[in-house]
């Protein structure tokens, strides 16, 4: 009989972390641009929560891919739930669309993942600084149409409002995949004790499924208070 894979309760754990953060963040930026409540989402402490949340996924998807035996599988599915989000965003919110986005990025990086698995963590992490750094330099540079906008090479009318290109985080996702190849290299938890229940757990479980859901629900929340 196959055995089913036991999943390592920490990176669940740090997923819910962050599908916590991103809510709280979205649910600040909805109250700005939909309802013009004077709260700053581009700056300070919510500005770096949005980030943090968009961090610890890229990290934690490199990890996973490390582990992961189907990451054809879950990159591709991840790229058309962005193309899905893309599509309904510039039906539902003209002018605030989302163009490679927090999915598409996760979901190109998954399938770029096997260009990099053999690598030894010390050159992945070097690679990813030289991401990192080259993503940094491009930062203020355009070009004259958008094809390169997913290397983080957009035209100066490039407009998304959730826009994570290749360089520079990529970077990110290799020092996930390093950390995978130390950290998880029996592909078992860091800790000998697993918690009976976890509420962050569960929603690092479910964690795509709340990603695709959380918008219309805090959308309709304030429909309904407002």
């Known amino acids: 009989m196959k055995s089913s894979r036991v999943r390592i309760w920490e990176l669940d754990f740090l997923r819910g972390v962050a599908i916590l953060l991103m809510v709280i963040f979205h649910f600040i930026y909805d109250l700005n641009a939909f309802y013009q409540v004077p709260i700053q989402y581009d700056q300070g402490l919510v500005y770096y929560i949005g980030k943090a949340a968009a961090t610890l996924f890229i990290i934690i998807a490199g990890i996973s891919s490390s582990l992961s035996r189907s990451n054809i599988k879950r990159g591709i599915k991840l790229l058309l739930w962005g193309m899905v989000i893309t599509l309904a965003t510039a039906i539902t919110v003209p ?6 986005g927090i999915l598409h ?3 190109a990086s998954i399938l770029l993942y096997p260009l ?3 690598q030894k963590p010390l050159l992945l992490l070097f690679e990813g600084t030289v991401i990192i750094l080259a993503g940094i330099a491009l930062d203020n540079i355009t070009i004259s149409n958008n094809w390169l906008a997913p290397l983080g090479l957009p035209a100066e009318d490039f407009v998304s409002v ?3 290109p290749l360089m520079p985080w990529f970077g990110l996702f290799l020092y996930g995949v390093a950390w995978g190849q130390i950290l998880y290299h029996d592909k078992k938890s860091l ?4 918690p009976r229940y ?8 479910h964690s795509l499924l709340i990603y695709l ?7 309709l929340f304030f429909y309904l208070i407002f």
Do not use: A, C, E
């Not at 800790?191 to 697993?194: C, G, I, L, S, T």
């Not at 976890?198 to 479980?205: F, I, P, Q």
């Open 95 to 100: 002018g605030s669309n989302i163009i490679f």
């Open 105 to 107: 990025f996760l979901g």
């Open 116 to 118: 990099f698995k053999r």
């Open 162 to 164: 959730d826009y994570y």
């Open 191 to 194: 800790f000998y004790f697993r």
């Open 198 to 205: 976890s509420l962050l757990s569960t929603l690092g479980k």
């Open 213 to 219: 859901i959380h918008q219309p629900v805090l959308l």
